[in-house]
Structure formats: structure tokens, C-alpha cells
């Protein structure tokens, strides 16, 4: 079993940055890439970026390609996504996920984090 705990949502201003978290833990971390989704109200659940397990690979939402970076520190068991240039179209409840790099489908998602609120002013 894979449990993911995220945090880091916050109320910025347009234009502002914030930086969420992903703890992960588990005894098969390994066989997941980290994601992170995003789900404004009324709206589906989107993919928003992917990290392989190395953190070698990426892949983005065009949304946000060129704003928002994923990382990973294995040593802390975390995954980072660092959001700049912030819009109000990006508010959301973000979630971060065990899933695969081969699918950007909420339904393929093995485990979910809780969600943390996203809220950007304009």
C-alpha cells in the first residue's frame, strides 16, 4: 500500500508562487510515479504533472508548461510542485497521487493523497 499526504495550498495573489508537498510512504514506492491533479469545483478531476520514481522523467499539463515544475527528494520521501506565475484559472483542490507515467487518467491512479486548496486572487 502506498499513503501520500499533501499540504502546502494557500490563498495568493495573480502572479505569486507557492509550493506544495507530497510525503509518500509505502514498501513499494518504487513501482509508482508521483503525480499531481487538480479539481476546481464543477469541474473533473485534470492531470497537472508526473515525476518517475527516478525523478528522470517529467511530463506537464500544457496549462501550466513553463510555470510549474515537479521534483522529488527520495531521501525525504517527497515530491515537490513549484508554481510560479500563478493564475486564477489554477484555483483548485491539488491532489497528489501514486499512478504511471504511461496514463494521465484519474481512473488509473492507484492511491490519493487527501488534497490541499489552492486559491489564487486576481
Known amino acids: 500500500q502506498v499513503q501520500l499526504i499533501d499540504s502546502g495550498g494557500g490563498l495568493v495573489q495573480a502572479g505569486g508562487s507557492l509550493r506544495l508537498s507530497c510525503v509518500v510512504f509505502g514498501r513499494t514506492l518504487s513501482r509508482y510515479a508521483i503525480d499531481w491533479f487538480r479539481q476546481a469545483p464543477g469541474k473533473e478531476r485534470e492531470f497537472v504533472a508526473v515525476?518517475?520514481?527516478?525523478?528522470?522523467?517529467?511530463d506537464y499539463a500544457d496549462s501550466v508548461k513553463g510555470r510549474f515544475t515537479i521534483s522529488r527528494d527520495n531521501a525525504k520521501n517527497t515530491v515537490y510542485l513549484q508554481m510560479n506565475s500563478l493564475k486564477p484559472e489554477d484555483t483548485a483542490n491539488y491532489y497528489c497521487?501514486?499512478?504511471?507515467?504511461?496514463?494521465?487518467?484519474?481512473?488509473?491512479?492507484?492511491?490519493w493523497g487527501q488534497g490541499t486548496q489552492v486559491t489564487v486572487s486576481s
Open positions: 515525476i518517475s520514481w527516478t525523478g528522470t522523467v517529467t
Open positions: 497521487a501514486a499512478g504511471s507515467l504511461t496514463s494521465r487518467l484519474a481512473t488509473d491512479v492507484h492511491s
